[in-house]
């Protein structure tokens, strides 16, 4: 499929020529604001980026799929309530719960995490958060799961800055749910200082039992360009912590290629 104008080409990938060529669709809805940052995120890592529009009923044979930040449908009725009927979320249901080893690689940031929980792929819910406002800063989280797709290249509890920027950011389950997510390392990304949206268990992201599918509040896609993003801890605008998500995918989807995976 070609790259619509909205993505449109973005220049060269910088990341290294031995990942170019693994095709990661960026969904749009109506009402999406992010889909441009996300590929772009997914073409500096050295990806190939394929918009994927809400209505389409195919996934246009991509390799794993970004659910983009946004107000899709205009956050009516709840955020991502209607978002999960477009007839591509059919499509990336089925793929996302593929059989072991066929699963395909899916990231939700924030409104997409929103739209995943929705659409049953992610347990729990997002609410609104317990201050009752928008909140929009930059935030620390520990990578507290290296071993998703979405996360592969981290280190272990590593520390990153991205940007936060939400009013239902607010993630609630029932305590049995909470339990098992904290007992089967499914809590992959958490937040550190205080907690800005008052998420049960500081939870900023989770995934599904098979570690394909991710979602997280936080917004690593408006964090992969030096000299724009976080301050790091000595003053310096650093801003490439998102990247790491990115390359990540790339490196599992290369590694899954050399183990004879087909897609
Ligand atoms: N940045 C976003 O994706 C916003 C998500 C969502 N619509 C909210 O405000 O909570």
New binding site residues.
Partial sequence: MAETPLIGDLGASPAGAALDGARIGVVTFPGT??DRDAARAVRLAGGHAVPLWHADDTLAEVDAVVV????SYG?YLR?GAISRFAPLMSRLTEAATAGTGAALPVLG????F?ILTEAHLLPGS?IKNDHLK?RCADQVLRVENTSTAWTSQFTADELITVPL?????QYVADEDTLARLEGEGRVVFRYVGANPNGSRHDIAGISNAGGNVVGLMP?PEHAVEAGYGSEDSTGMRNGTDGLTVFTSVLSSLAGSDAAGDSK
């Fill in positions: 604001l992010d983009p930040g946004g107000f956050d955020a940031i924030c409104n997409g929103q997002m928008f920027k939400n009013q239902d950011g917004h």
